[in-house]
């Protein structure tokens, strides 16, 4: 004791001479990243550190953030930014020490620490090139997990569900949004759909695969420090590929269990953080992209429906081309349903009329009226709602039906003819020209883009080429302010292919 | 490589503000407590300089002075024992504060926060006689001059505790604090034959009470 009090001068000087952080906090000042899978390359400010794991030493004394960046050939990079903790209790000791240890303190990176020894890092498959974005629908997220079972634990406290951690899972809906996030800027363009609605029916059906995530259990093990979570959340996922054609069908199932590490982060953001790194995961499931690629291709299959072979129709005659558009328009019908009318043309002598989905709608008979005056009644054969493309026939023969062009030999800037309907029906076998603009794929369709004339009663109507063959059947336009001439048909040869229809030669 | 996938990883967001700041304060009321008797009455004014370093740490120098008695130009009347008898005597006492202090702020001190720290002050306490001679009659109707006391000053350094609540204003702040503490130097007799203890001896506890508002920027 007395050679204490002999030497507290000694030790009061060394504390105001080096500061209190130096004592205080000494050796807190580095964090070891950890990259899973390992051997992943950790770069500060662009420059290359070396690979992981890496103990990282913090070397500023600003206390300010440090961009660390995680890279590795074929993952995506991970970028992280680290904040260090500043020590308070050290600022207090300088304040009651009259300010006179910041004098050190304030130039001394031990004024900060990491709150954590381990830093680890889930990295991600980078996505291939040249993958088309596949339309992912995904329903709200179910668990499994018991209501009143414990789930791991934050320090000594357990976890619940009624526990703050596990809130989103008292919002599925918030909870949904996190799985969505882990699938962003990956091959599949996923969004939240509600089974059972009118709408969510229509997108699944219309993207054919949907995937339906299962929380099936979880495990945390957390401590909280300075109100962050710091651990591991595991989570074990069914993922779940339904058809979106037939509702109950499940066309196959991934179980994965995953392992987020928690560094820092709200204890409220863990599950929502945990679940967007499953999601993630999944991404990186090796064949999953074809195999969802395979099924919706198959889907697609399933829309054409059942072959129907027809008898080509002879090519209209006419003497000139002054008398080509008369002529065609004989073929060109006005197609009533209940809801409005719009467009079609005779494919066939016998009856068979090609128009667009929407103009049918959800009817099984139309009433068709020709031309020439008189009217018929139609049965609907079949629709592609996927490609905007039905098939009515009548019964009749001898009827002017149009020919077939080839839109694949369509030039840009080629003349283009539309016959329809436009807006009334007294407005019948209107025609309109224009050339063919450009050649576009929207959502992985094929369109016929042109600035004809192309207003609500077209649709279904004929494209037709400077030669009167058919070559599109005009679907939609690009309706907004200032815009003018973008209008759309679908490709004749598609139509027919998601028609099934076949020619005889 | 479509996108980096960025992960944000903050140990602490508490310590997000970093501001560094200095402002000038102005003293508007200040008291301290310098002798036994009275305990507070002398009010000075005064302006400091403060500097914050983040947003928990400040430190400040200030002068105050003694404006109360150095507008009073009859000075205070003191009672003094002289032989048998008490007279009353006129003085003038002076302070001027010098005082260096450290706020460790317990919340953001961007905003309204209580503070806590310490301060080592240095004062000036005067005491100026102003009536040149006295003369009075004893008991046995003599009289009898009396000298007037010497003028004394004494340096005093106060040490301790400081805290303080700081509020912010429109474009300013208001500061309310207190500080208490040992006085070195003090328990010193000025004045051996006061007769009712005023002024006659400094204190060894250091109180300090003030308003200031500041401007900063």
């Known amino acids: ?505 | 490589m479509r996108k980096i996938f960025s992960t944000f990883v903050l140990a602490c967001a508490a310590s997000a503000a970093m501001a560094q700041s200095t402002a000038i304060r102005f003293i508007l009321a200040e008291t301290h407590k310098v002798y036994q008797l009275p305990k507070f009455d002398n009010y000075c004014m005064g302006v400091g300089v403060d500097r914050s370093f983040n947003d928990r740490l400040t430190l400040g120098f200030d002068v105050s002075f003694g404006v109360g008695h150095a507008l009073n130009p009859t000075g205070q009347s003191v009672s003094l024992r002289a032989g048998e008898v008490d007279v009353s005597a006129s003085m003038k006492p002076g302070l001027l504060s010098l005082n260096y202090h450290t706020e460790y702020a317990l919340g953001d001190n961007g905003g309204t926060h209580v503070y806590i720290g310490t301060f080592l002050g240095l004062r000036r306490v005067t005491q100026k006689w102003l009536d040149d001679g006295m003369a009075y009659y004893d008991g046995s109707g003599n009289l009898v001059t009396f000298s007037k006391p010497a003028d004394v000053s004494q340096w005093l350094v106060p040490i301790g505790l400081r805290m303080g609540l700081r509020g912010a204003t429109d474009g300013g702040f208001m500061d309310l604090y207190g500080a208490l503490g040992y006085q070195i130097g003090g328990g010193k007799t000025l004045v051996p034959n006061a007769n009712e203890g005023r002024y006659a001896e400094t204190s060894a506890l250091a109180v300090t009470l003030g308003l200031a508002y500041g401007i900063g920027w």
């Not at chain 1, 709608?361 to 031309?371: N, V, Y």
């Open chain 1, 1 to 505: 004791m007395k050679q204490l009090q002999a030497q507290w001068p000694l030790l009061l000087t060394a504390l105001l001479s080096s500061g209190c952080a130096s004592l205080l906090n000494k050796g807190k000042q580095s964090v070891e990243v950890v990259s899973e899978p390992p051997g992943a390359t950790l770069y500060a400010e662009g420059v290359a550190l070396g690979p992981t794991p890496y103990t990282y030493a913090y070397d500023r004394s600003d206390g300010g953030e440090v961009a660390l960046e995680l890279r590795r050939e074929g993952f995506v990079p991970v970028a992280l930014q680290l904040k260090p903790k500043r020590n308070n209790f050290i600022l207090f000791a300088d304040a009651m020490l009259l300010g006179i240890p910041y004098i050190a303190d304030g130039k001394s990176k031990a004024l900060y620490s990491f709150p954590g020894g381990k830093l680890k890092v889930n990295q991600y498959k980078a996505v291939p090139s040249g993958r088309q974005l596949l339309d992912l629908p995904v329903t709200v997220l179910e668990s499994t997990v018991p209501t009143k079972g414990v789930v791991g634990r934050s320090g000594s406290r357990k976890l619940d569900l009624d526990s703050k951690e596990l809130a989103d899972l008292r919002y599925p809906q918030t909870a949904t949004a996190a799985t969505l996030r882990g699938m962003t800027d990956t091959y599949v363009d996923a969004r939240s759909i509600r089974t059972s609605t009118p709408k969510g029916d229509e997108d699944a059906r219309r993207a054919k695969v949907v995937l339906r995530p299962l929380l099936k259990g979880l495990e945390l093990q957390l401590e909280e420090r300075d109100r962050r979570a710091f651990g591991t959340a595991q989570l074990d996922m069914e993922w779940r590929f339904y058809s979106g054609i037939d509702k109950d069908s499940l066309l196959f199932s991934i179980s994965k269990r995953t392992e987020w590490p928690v560094y820092g982060a709200p204890p409220r953001n863990v599950l929502a953080d945990a679940l967007q790194d499953a999601a993630r995961q999944l991404m990186d499931e090796e064949g999953l992209y074809e195999r969802i690629s395979t099924l919706r291709a198959a889907g697609l299959v399933r829309s054409k429906g059942e072959q129907i072979t027809l008898r080509p129709p002879a090519p209209p005659s006419f003497p000139d081309r002054r008398s080509m558009i008369p002529t065609l328009v004989k073929g060109v019908v006005t197609v009533e349903v209940k809801d409005g009318h719009g467009s079609g043309f005779l494919i066939t002598t016998d009856g068979y009329i090609m128009t667009n989905a929407h103009v049918v709608g959800t009817s099984a008979t139309a009433k068709i009226r020709f031309e020439q005056g008189f009217t018929l009644e139609g049965q609907v054969v079949k629709v592609n709602p996927d490609f905007d493309v039905a098939l009515i026939k009548v019964a009749g023969n001898d009827l002017p039906a149009l020919s077939m062009g080839d839109d694949e030999a369509l030039q840009l800037g080629e003349e283009l003819f539309a016959i329809g309907t436009p807006l009334d029906e007294q407005l019948g076998q209107s025609v309109t020209r224009g050339i063919m603009s450009g050649k576009r794929e929207i959502e992985g369709r094929k369109f016929i883009q042109t600035d004809v004339s192309i207003n609500p009663g077209n649709s279904g109507g004929p494209l037709i080429d400077a030669e009167g063959k058919v070559v599109g059947v005009a679907t939609m336009k690009i309706k907004a302010d200032g815009v003018q001439g973008i209008g759309f048909g679908v490709p004749i040869s598609t139509a027919l292919n998601m028609l099934n229809i076949e020619f005889t030669k």
